[in-house]
């Protein structure tokens, strides 16, 4: 391959390739693997864990993985985590208290030290998450150091998508289904391999140690009409991309009420959604006394104590928990990052429970407001 070429063909049977080329770099690498019914990330040993053939069917309250003969690696939308528990743990001591022997205390910062990883097979709606995250976490007067550990130490293998889910819905947020910037490299998955495109510096040196073939017109092509079935496969959709107003405008609409009769508060939501990063921290002090840790773990503002202040709950029913979720995700983030929290993957319809599905509610808001 010459020196400055940052895309190729990779052929199918090669894809051995590319992962020996990372761990080669020292990475350990994450990808999709099916596990207890469900597609989830975990550290691949070789090509074999990948989930050659499986596809996905989703909808509301519903998630099912598919087995086909087919051989193409990726060829399924999501599985319930996206990156975010790889950056933002689901629970870590953020600082630990040691009593000396002359009772003094000390105090310690507990930062992560991890491995660097490569993550294979991100999607668009999760690189578009992730951009989020990192805005919320790292954009800030007072970056988050787990965080930030973790975050230095990612490298991403995106591919772009060709097979959503019934209840992807990213084309009408602008996220998906093609990928188009965050990733160190993305791939394309054709019938008999790969195209891929290095975004990064550190792309570049993983592609350098590939042996990659031309990329033909046809294959381009292939490419491309790929992802644009995939957006016109996507049924669903929001009524806007900016609902701040509807929604701050229809505080008091009847359809909170009609959401809140079905909602259990289970807060399965918020735990899929990619973008969401309410958490509590606690403490957990040692039983004689000499030592405590200080924990943070994810929380959900569908928990009574998530609105608890001072001898009060903020927002004491499902009615009133659903509202904050859905203003604060597609109405308040455009204050505060710029843009609406929703990056359309899906998640939180095929998880939730009961099927409530955000495009729908906020739907019936559009469809009569006050
Ligand atoms: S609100 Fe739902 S569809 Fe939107 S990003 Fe979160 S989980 Fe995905
Ligand atoms: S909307 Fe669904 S997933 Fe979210 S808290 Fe309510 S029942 Fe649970």
């Not at 598919?66 to 528990?85: H, Y």
């Not at 491995?115 to 989020?132: N, S």
């Not at 009574?304 to 001072?310: D, K, L, M, T």
Request: charged content about 20%; some cysteine; proline content about 6%.
């Amino acid at each position: 391959m010459p020196d400055d070429v940052t895309s190729g063909f990779l052929p199918g049977q090669d894809f051995a390739q590319l992962l020996a080329a990372l761990t080669g770099q020292g990475y350990r690498c994450v990808g999709p693997t099916v596990r207890d019914g469900a597609l989830v990330y975990d550290t691949l040993q070789g090509v074999r864990d990948l989930p050659a053939g499986v596809h996905i069917q989703q909808s509301p309250g519903s998630y099912r993985v598919e087995f086909s003969q087919g051989k193409r690696l990726f060829g399924w939308a999501n599985g319930p985590q996206a990156l975010k528990p790889l950056l933002f743990a689901p629970r870590e001591v953020l600082w630990q208290a040691q009593r000396t022997a002359g009772g003094e205390l000390h105090f310690s910062q507990e930062i992560p030290e991890p491995l660097p990883t490569a993550v294979i097979g991100v999607r668009a709606c999760d690189l578009a998450a992730l951009e989020l995250q990192d805005r919320h976490f790292l954009e800030t007067d007072v970056p988050d150091a787990g965080y930030g550990a973790r975050r230095r130490q990612l490298f991403l293998v995106a591919v772009n998508c060709t097979r959503p889910a019934e209840t992807c819905f990213c084309a009408s947020t602008g996220d998906g289904p093609a990928v188009s910037r965050g990733y160190d490299l993305v791939l394309d998955e054709l019938d008999e391999g790969f195209i891929i495109r290095s975004g990064s510096t550190s792309g570049d040196g993983i592609l350098d140690l590939l042996t990659l073939q031309p990329v033909s017109p046809q294959q381009l092509g292939a490419a491309t009409d790929a992802t644009v079935r995939a957006a016109a496969m996507q049924g669903r959709q929001l009524p806007g991309r900016n609902l701040r107003d509807l929604l701050f405008g229809n505080l008091d609409h009847p359809h909170w009420e009609v959401v809140a009769a079905r909602c259990l508060s289970c807060g399965n939501c918020t735990s899929v959604c990619p973008t969401c990063f309410c958490y509590r921290e606690l403490d957990q002090p040692a039983l004689g006394g000499e030592s405590s840790r200080h924990y943070r773990e994810w929380d959900s503002c569908f928990t009574q104590g998530h609105s608890y202040i001072h001898g009060f709950t903020v927002r004491p029913d499902t009615r009133l928990r659903y509202r904050q979720w859905l203003t604060h995700k597609l109405g308040g983030w455009h204050d505060q990052y710029g843009r609406s929290g929703c990056v359309g993957c899906g998640r939180c319809i095929a998880w939730c429970p009961v099927g409530i599905d955000i495009t729908e509610e906020v739907g019936a808001i559009a469809a009569s407001p006050a």
